[in-house]
Structure formats: structure tokens, C-alpha cells
Nanobody, 124 residues
């Protein structure tokens, strides 16, 4: 299984940005999926998770109301939609595949496969 995240970049505070993560090697529908982020000097933190069918999802408190997660199993792609970005959202964002189809937990060790990360910088 390989995960390829993309869509990061430099944006201004208040802007929106969507990240994509494409899975290859397996069907995305076999996995719950998650997005995590890691800022310089900080630990990796959970951002959002979604079950295999897309019928249930979770968003971290720090992102609630601004970020959402979605998926298109036909395209083997999971998305992170980010609105009203803040400087504190600056981080490398990683997508990850949970070991269970209904998994959407916030614990990194529950995820078996990780993408390489895409950098999001929010700055004026």
C-alpha cells in the first residue's frame, strides 16, 4: 500500500485549501482513513478520520467547524478540506490508513500505512 498526499502550499490566514491523498496497491474502501499533522518541534497530532464508507467521521477540536474530511472510494482518494486557515495550522499534513475499515481513531499507532506528507504554511 502506498499513500500519496498532495495539495499543500503557502496560503494567507483566512484562506481555504484542500488536500488529497491517493492510495495505490489496495482498494481504499478496505480502510478507515485519517489525517494527522506535525508542526516543527511538536508531536504528530490527529486532525480528522473517516470510516471506510464515509458515513461517519471525526474532527479534532482544534479543527472543528473549519476542517472536514471526505472520501471517494471510486477514485481511491481521501480529502481534507480546510477553511479559515490560521497560522497555527502550519504543519506537515499526513494521510494514514487505519488497520480497521471502521477505524477513525486519533491514535497514530492504530494506523498501518502513512503517506509522505505535504506542507501547509499559513502566513501573511
Amino acid at each position: 500500500v502506498q499513500l500519496q498526499a498532495s495539495g499543500g502550499g503557502l496560503v494567507q490566514p483566512g484562506d481555504s485549501l484542500s488536500l488529497s491523498c491517493v492510495m495505490s496497491g489496495r482498494s481504499l474502501s478496505s480502510f478507515g482513513m485519517g489525517w494527522f499533522r506535525q508542526a516543527p518541534g511538536k508531536e504528530r497530532e490527529f486532525v480528522a478520520g473517516i470510516v471506510w464508507s464515509g458515513t461517519a467521521s471525526s474532527v479534532a477540536d482544534s479543527a472543528k467547524g473549519r476542517f472536514s474530511i471526505s472520501r471517494d472510494n471510486a477514485k481511491n482518494t481521501v480529502y481534507l478540506h480546510m477553511n479559515n486557515l490560521k497560522p497555527e495550522d502550519t504543519a506537515v499534513y499526513y494521510c494514514a490508513a487505519h488497520r480497521h475499515p471502521y477505524g477513525r481513531s486519533s491514535t497514530p499507532s492504530d494506523y498501518d500505512y502513512w503517506g509522505q506528507g505535504t506542507l501547509v504554511t499559513v502566513s501573511s
